[in-house]
């Protein structure tokens, strides 16, 4: 076999294939790969010097300095005390002579007691013990076959380990998360065990088997681990944790996180040679390399495909992870949560939104000894100076300025496109639409701008959450579930014959992104079969045809939706999908055909005028606004406006006639809009509980994030009103001077609050520096 020779120095041998546990998380025996059930029980001691000679000679050939050996199972420790020597022995007698061994073992610890402890202290060997937490936490998961808690097994076990005869051999604990544990709770108790070490794992988990996320939060793993995080970091980091280490700039990397080129096999317990075992998540036979140890050295191992791949660092990756800010620290995450079906292992990992918001949380604590971070030159330097800034860093520092560059916007996009993602497999979870989940993951192969398309749509964020948490949104009751929706969608944008089983919900299909069908008699659910440039739908005595063709009159009960011209290219009039009433304010129904065109052209006519007045505005504008939701008209508050977090890409306005005044409406929408991007990527707000701060603009006090949102809106504001006022003159300098003390006064009040973390007083400083910039640009 040909192929460069690569060095491999870490080895983890399943020296017993099977468990005294019967944990209903465990990838050996719950997930996909279900080959332990052909192997033997235990390695025998001539498989054990096979692997030791293989190790050998790699070690010699490629002069390692060292190799890492970790036991492994299964349970190793259920080859007793007198098995374990045996291999111990084995190891040491055939590795040592050539470089230095590192012997590790894992193990739930249940059996471990003084004899085994002595033996691991003899022969060097340290040993990680899995346990998850407090008992509520660890007997979600960890228990006996009949039922029983592991609890108090394991902790006597860590008892053992913690005695200082065999504390040398104490190397740490293992946590698997879950999010429904109380994070400070789990934290205490694995404090309580002084553990050298902590290494916190995700649990395992595909694009096919998403992992579980209870509630409506797109990132609660993130949410969850950060705060473990804050408190690591105020307890002063008393114990290493791997995972927060791992994610730093220069953090080095682990399996899990890093670009490093793989450095892992594992023998199994009859001798094969495998890739690394969390592939056993993906799918029966994922690790499998068809080699073993009697037939086949490390070094033809290294070279197989699969091995091979995982050495070529980012360009190993797929398109996403490679133009991802972070990659450097994350890498795609653990290669085993980038599986789909059909993709393979092209994918960003299935948590890749909680890790870009992790990756931040961790990025913003560095330790007075991390890694030095790479050398970036600030976009806006307060010194002009060069400075160290994380790619969250300068998109915040550019956000800082009031405005916002186009790649700037592109990156907030391809967040809430991530956050999207994330909840769309969450919902997978609980539909019961597989047929339309399977068109969807294919058309995201096979026409994937057309998923995107539909996936970017504000309002497909708004349907998902809608989907998992009925409280979380405003608006309507429930138009059922989105996925088929949204499969249809895409498979309409691109052309593909499809047929997609829809919920009806008042009289009406909603095809996000193209238009409603609304036809008396539709109810429950219809058969939509759809064709390039056309769909069919049946429902009980309704068939419809519905044409596509947009020069043509729109077929009966169409109502596709409507766009207009603008200089950043087109944007919707969105006045069909459900989902739009999600502003907490009343919406408009379809408009009719005049008054849409109407709207259409104060729009364009706006957009044109945020060009003229402050072009910075309107490229933060052409970036990243996408549709334009009109509001109910109320003659109480004729001038109104909204945005929602949920649906990046759009904002909700009255239909104004004036195009100056709502261009004025869409630069302080979308300045709420770009915040509230920026905020699900990092967060500017402590938790500070209660705290509420007196501001210009509003009688009540405000909460501090509220605070954050009307000062950066008025930034804007401040900004259009100074740009016209040197062109314009008028009441321009006057409007720019009371925005501007509001936008001020709520800066430093914000400021003064001490309720921001430390990523926020960086970005309120440097607003508040953009502000003097604008008043000295003013005269
Ligand atoms: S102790 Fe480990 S190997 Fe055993 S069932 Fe639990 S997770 Fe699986
Ligand atoms: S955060 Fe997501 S896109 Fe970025 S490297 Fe990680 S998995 Fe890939």
Redesign the pocket.
């Known amino acids: 076999m040909g192929g460069p020779c690569r060095r491999i120095s870490q080895f983890v041998l399943k020296v017993h294939s099977r468990c005294d546990l019967s944990c209903d998380h465990c990838y050996v025996y719950q997930h996909a790969d279900q080959t332990w059930r052909g192997r033997p029980v235990r390695m025998t001691l001539a498989t054990v010097r096979a692997v030791a000679q293989r190790i050998a000679e790699h070690a010699r050939e490629h002069e390692l300095p060292v190799v890492h050996v970790v036991l492994h199972g299964g349970e190793p420790l259920l080859l007793g005390a007198a098995g374990l020597r045996e291999v111990l022995a084995e190891l040491r007698a055939a590795i040592t002579p050539w470089t230095r061994l590192d012997l590790r073992m894992q193990t739930n610890g249940v059996l471990l007691d003084e004899e085994l402890c002595r033996l691991f202290v003899e022969y060097d060997v340290r040993v990680g013990v899995s346990f998850d937490g407090d008992r509520a936490a660890n007997d979600r998961h960890r228990f006996f076959a009949h039922g029983g808690s592991s609890h108090e097994h394991v902790r006597r076990a860590l008892a053992l380990l913690r005695r200082p005869e065999h504390r040398a051999s104490y190397a740490g604990i293992l946590c698997t998360i879950d999010v429904r544990n109380d994070p400070d709770r789990v934290y205490e108790a694995l404090l309580a065990e002084s553990p050298p070490r902590v290494d916190l794992l995700l649990p395992h988990a595909t694009w096919d088997h998403p992992p579980q996320r209870p509630g409506p939060e797109p990132t609660p793993y993130a949410d969850w681990l950060g705060r473990i995080h804050r408190r690591w970091v105020d307890d002063g980091r008393p114990v290493p944790i791997r995972m927060f280490e791992a994610l730093l700039p220069g953090g080095g990397g682990t399996e899990a996180f890093g670009v490093a080129p793989a450095d892992v096999l594992v023998v199994e317990a009859d001798g094969t040679w495998e890739q690394v075992d969390s592939l056993k998540t993906a799918y029966h036979g994922a690790a499998g390399t068809g080699f073993d140890v009697f037939d086949h050295s490390v070094d033809e191992v290294a070279r197989h495909p699969g091995v091979a791949v995982r050495q070529d660092g980012v360009a190993g990756?797929?398109a996403?992870?490679?133009?991802?800010?972070?990659?450097d620290?994350?890498?795609?995450?653990l290669y085993a949560h980038?599986w789909r079906t059909g993709s393979g292992f092209d994918n960003?990992?299935v948590?890749?939104?909680d890790?870009?918001r992790l990756?931040d949380t961790v990025g913003a604590h560095p330790p007075p000894t991390a890694p030095v971070p790479r050398q970036r030159q600030a976009s806006s330097s307060l010194s002009g100076a060069e400075s160290t800034t994380s790619p969250v860093d300068e998109v915040l520092d550019d956000l800082a300025t009031g405005y916002g560059s186009a790649e700037t916007l592109r990156l907030l996009a391809?967040t809430q496109l991530?956050l999207t993602r994330a909840l769309l497999a969450a919902c997978r979870g609980r539909s019961g639409a597989i047929a339309a989940w399977e068109l969807l993951v294919h058309l995201d192969q096979a026409a994937p701008e057309a998923v995107r398309a539909v996936l970017a749509h504000p309002f497909a964020r708004p349907a998902l959450v809608h989907r998992l948490d009925t409280s979380a949104l405003t608006g309507p009751s429930a138009p059922g579930d989105p996925l088929p929706a949204f499969a249809l969608a895409a498979a309409l944008r691109a052309g593909v014959a499809a047929a997609v089983r829809v919920p009806v919900w008042a009289d009406t299909i909603t095809v996000p992104t193209l238009g409603s069908l609304v036809l008396p008699g539709l109810s429950g659910s219809a058969e939509v079969t759809a064709r390039p440039g056309e769909f069919r739908v049946r429902s009980g005595s309704v068939e419809q045809v519905v044409l596509l063709d947009p020069t043509a009159p729109p077929s009966p009960g169409w109502q596709p939706t409507r766009d207009v011209s603008v200089p950043g290219g087109r944007l919707l009039i969105e006045d069909g999908d459900p989902y739009r009433d999600c502003y907490g304010q009343p919406v408009q129904p379809r408009l009719e055909l005049p008054a849409a065109r109407a709207l259409g052209r104060t729009l364009a006519q706006a957009w044109r005028v945020v060009h003229r007045d402050v072009p910075a505005h309107a490229a933060a504008l052409d970036g990243g606004l996408r549709a334009v939701v009109p509001l109910a008209p109320d003659p109480a508050r004729p001038l109104r406006s909204a945005t929602a977090r949920h649906a990046f890409g759009a904002v909700a306005v009255t239909p104004h006639p004036d195009p100056e005044t709502m261009a004025v409406l869409l630069v302080h929408e979308w300045q709420h809009a770009k915040l509230g991007a920026a905020l699900d990527l990092c967060d500017l707000v402590g938790p500070g509980e209660g705290t509420r701060i007196r501001v210009p603009w509003r009688p009540d006090p405000r909460p501090p994030e509220g605070v954050l949102q009307g000062v950066y809106a008025h930034l804007a504001i401040t900004q259009v009103w100074q740009a016209r006022a040197v062109t314009g003159g008028g009441d321009a300098s006057a409007h720019a001077a009371h925005f501007l003390a509001w936008t001020r006064d709520g800066a430093d009040a914000l400021l003064a609050s001490r309720s921001l973390t430390a990523a926020g007083e960086r970005f309120v400083g440097r607003l508040r520096h953009a502000l003097e910039e604008t008043r000295a640009g003013a005269g």
């Open positions: 990756l797929c996403t992870c490679r133009a991802c800010p972070v990659v620290r994350c890498g795609g995450g980038r960003p990992s948590y890749c939104a890790l870009l990756v391809a991530s």
